[in-house]
């Protein structure tokens, strides 16, 4: 089981950009596959960005251009920039783990998630 904690949340303006981290408990983190979802109040959580072992990424059609996914393996972290920050942007962004291969909107852990808020 692997322990995830998510920080670099807040509250920024349109336009505006932030970094998510996620670290990671697990030793063997390398070995994770891992994504980023996000809830917004009142709706769906949502599929985000997704980076697997081998390092191929993937995004939802919204965030591509605006988000980067990235991984650091040494540091256990996988990170979510975010640029050009719009207000539908807010949510409680999640990060995920799993590792077995396995659908990239589907994770069997779970971090605590960290607020976003962009204002108009």
């Known amino acids: 089981q692997v322990q995830l904690v998510e920080s670099g949340g807040g509250l920024v303006q349109a336009g505006g950009s932030l970094r998510l981290s996620c670290a990671a408990s697990?030793?063997?983190?390398?070995?994770?596959?891992m994504g980023w979802l996000r809830q917004a109040p009142g709706k769906e959580r949502e599929f985000v960005a997704h980076?697997?072992?081998?390092?191929?990424?993937y995004y939802a059609d919204s965030m591509k251009g605006r988000f980067t996914i990235s991984r650091e393996n040494a540091k256990r972290t996988v990170y979510l920039q975010m640029n050009s920050l719009q207000p539908e942007d807010t949510a409680v962004y999640y990060c995920a783990a799993d590792p077995q291969r396995g659908s990239i909107y589907e994770y069997p852990y779970w971090g605590q998630g960290t607020q976003v808020t962009v204002s108009s």
């Open positions: 697990a030793p063997t983190f390398s070995t994770y596959r």
């Open positions: 980076i697997s072992r081998s390092g191929d990424i």
